[in-house]
């Protein structure tokens, strides 16, 4: 199974980001799970100072935008 986090406080962006992350997973099919991670100190531990920011197991793919669903596929695939 696959680990995807969203890292953000819960801004509008943040929560596109999980929205479209969410719906890339789905597309792609498997297992996921996908986790949204607002505490700062948390977000902090990744190495990350600017969200939004996407996570897949453990590895950081992306940060400070919101990519498209199919560019989130990618990411994950």
């Known amino acids: 199974m696959k680990k995807l986090q969203v890292l953000g406080p819960g801004c509008p962006k943040c929560i596109e980001l999980a929205k479209r992350t969410d719906e890339a997973a789905k597309a ?3 297992e996921y799970e996908v ?5 700062l100190n948390k977000i902090m531990s990744f190495g990350v ?3 939004p920011a996407l996570v ?3 590895e950081v793919k992306m ?3 919101v990519p498209s669903v199919d560019e989130i596929k ?3 695939g």
């Open 63 to 65: 940060v400070g935008q």
């Open 28 to 30: 792609v099919g498997g």
């Open 74 to 76: 990618k990411l994950i």
């Open 56 to 58: 897949v197991d453990g």
């Open 35 to 39: 986790e949204k991670v607002t505490e």
């Open 49 to 51: 100072f600017m969200t």
